[in-house]
Every structure is written in C-alpha cells, then in structure tokens.
Antibody, heavy 122, light 110 residues
Framework: EVRLVQTGAEVKKPGDSLRISCEGS????????ITWVRQVPGKGLEWMGR????????NYNPSFQGHVTISVDKSISTAFLQWTSLEASDTAMYYC???????????????WGQGTPVTVSS | QSVLTQPPSASGTPGQRVSISCSGS????????VFWYQQLPGTAPKLLIY???QRPSGVPDRFSGSKSGTSASLAISGLRSEDEADYYC???????????FGGGTKLTVL
C-alpha cells in the first residue's frame, strides 16, 4: 500500500523554528515528487512547493518562497517542510502528497498524507 | 483570492445529478489538464478526477469531469449522502509556473 505518514501536531510560539516531516512507503520514493499544500482553518487549499527526491530540485509558489524551505532525505524516504521564524499566520493544516513526476505541469497528487496541524500562538 | 473560480456551495437531493463549475483563463485551464479533489469532513483531500476526465481506480463512475475552453466542470450523478464534501478543482498555471486550486465548493446532500 502506498502511504505518506506525517509528523504529529505541533504547537509553537511566534519566532520559533519548526521542521515537519512526510515519510513515504510502498513505492519507489525517487520516482515521484513530493508536494506540500497548506489549508488555513476553514479555508481552501494552497500549493506551497514541491521537491524532486532524486536531486532535491525544488519549485516554490512565489507566495511562499523565502518563508519556507522544502528538503528531502531520500535515504529514509522522507521529505521535510521547514520554517526558521514562525508567524501566527502560519497556523494551518499542512499536507504532503505524492506528485506525478513524468509530466512537469501535472497536478496529480495521490495519495496525500494525513496532515500536520500547526498552531502558532503566544 | 484564487485564479480558479468555483461556486462556494452546491446542493442536491439523493439520486439527483449535480454539477460544479470551475472557471479559469488562458494561462491555466485552457492549455492545461484539470484535476478534481474531494475532501470529506476532517480528512485529507483525495484525487477524484485527473487529466480532465479520467477516474483513478476505485472512484465510482458516478463522478465525471469535463473541460471546454477556459472552464471545467465536475458532475456527480445518483447523488448519495456520502458525497457530502468539499470539492476543489486544480490545474497548472503558466503565469506562476505552478499548480493552482479553486476556492472549493461545499456540496450538501439535502
């Protein structure tokens, strides 16, 4: 079974750093990109960026570029989403998803991780 | 504000056919494939339709997708109570060189 398992819930203060993870199993991890999607409570889905586990090439949504960093450790089939200084506006659910790599302009995301809720509050 | 416009809500009674629209532009829908995702309450999104009108294995044929010009639509026939969910369209946007999601449509089964 193809699965993506994410880190558990995180509660942080403004200014804190954070790294959440997404571990893939049941498939060849380097054959697919990993993408990250944000969902603010009660709102829609926003694509943040993606990474190619083969060579760590990244592609970011301009709205998130410079505020988050996406990385990967293919030796443990795990992708990461990282912040160096969290803001209250980062409070959201964060999902990772396996993304089709055979077609650059694909929006084929399947499956998705269970989500990591992040709360940033003083 | 999303570049893909969906109605915020839709509704139908069991057995009915409902359709959800997704309106875009020449930089997104017109020249790229459209995908649809279903998000049941409290769960992660799930791929429902890919490449405009293809269903992943396990998705009932009650769900169908279509695209014409700068718009796309998702149709659900034989509506069931378990179809109550949020539905999102998504496509590549050439202007930002990345995926974009619609704002989502909340489907209520009356």
């Amino acid at each position: 079974e193809v699965r993506l398992v994410q880190t558990g819930a995180e509660v942080k203060k403004p200014g804190d750093s954070l790294r959440i993870s997404c571990e893939g199993s049941g498939y060849n991890f380097t054959n697919y990109w990993i993408t990250w999607v944000r969902q603010v409570p009660g709102k829609g889905l926003e694509w943040m960026g993606r990474i190619d586990p083969t060579d760590s090439y990244t592609n970011y949504n301009p709205s998130f570029q410079g505020h988050v960093t996406i990385s990967v450790d293919k030796s443990i089939s795990t992708a990461f989403l990282q912040w160096t200084s969290l803001e209250a506006s980062d409070t959201a659910m964060y999902y990772c998803a396996r993304q089709e790599a055979s077609f650059w302009a694909s929006v084929w995301f399947d499956p998705w991780g269970q989500g990591t809720p992040v709360t940033v509050s003083s | 504000q999303s570049v893909l416009t969906q109605p915020p809500s839709a509704s139908g009674t069991p057995g009915q056919r409902v359709s959800i629209s997704c309106s875009g532009s020449s930089s997104n829908i017109e020249d790229n494939y459209v995908f649809w995702y279903q998000q049941l309450p409290g769960t992660a999104p799930k791929l429902l339709i890919y490449r405009n009108n293809q269903r992943p294995s396990g998705v009932p044929d009650r769900f169908s997708g279509s695209k014409s010009g700068t718009s796309a639509s998702l149709a659900i026939s034989g509506l069931r109570s378990e179809d109550e969910a949020d539905y999102y369209c998504a496509t590549w946007d050439d202007s930002v060189s990345g995926p974009q999601f619609g704002g989502g449509t909340k489907l209520t089964v009356l």
